[in-house]
């Protein structure tokens, strides 16, 4: 079964950093792209960032460029997303999912998500 779980989140203050983990279970992590999305209260949700199987990073959106990165570990069948310098605007449920090899806009197996909230 295929199944991703997000851990990390938490209260910080901003300008401060946040490391999150997507673990992957039930496939082969390699052959997988693997996106982080976040969706804030009363909002749509929205792609961040994503890792291709080849570990190619993907940007969704402009704000976190600079202050957001994508890596992954194959041997712990693990994705982060390390984020610095947080912004209050970066508060939301962050999720992880997956998609076959790219990434493209066929994500699947999304995890239950993680809460990030920036505030002082």
């Known amino acids: 079964q295929v199944q991703l779980v997000e851990s990390g989140g938490g209260l910080v203050q901003p300008g401060g950093s946040l490391r999150l983990a997507c673990v992957a279970s039930?496939?082969?992590?390699?052959?997988?792209?693997i996106g982080w999305f976040r969706q804030a209260p009363g909002k749509e949700r929205e792609g961040v960032l994503c890792?291709?199987?080849?570990?190619?990073?993907?940007f969704y959106i402009d704000s976190v460029k600079g202050r957001f990165t994508i890596s992954r570990d194959g041997a712990k069948g693990t994705v982060y997303l390390q984020m610095n310098s947080l912004k209050p605007e970066d508060t939301a449920v962050y999720y992880c999912?997956?998609?076959?090899?790219?990434?493209?806009?066929?994500?699947?197996?999304w995890g239950r998500g993680t809460q990030v909230t920036v505030s002082s």
């Open positions: 999912a997956a998609q076959r090899l790219v990434c493209g806009s066929l994500f699947h197996s």
């Open positions: 039930g496939f082969t992590l390699r052959d997988y792209a």
């Open positions: 890792i291709s199987s080849r570990g190619e990073s993907r």
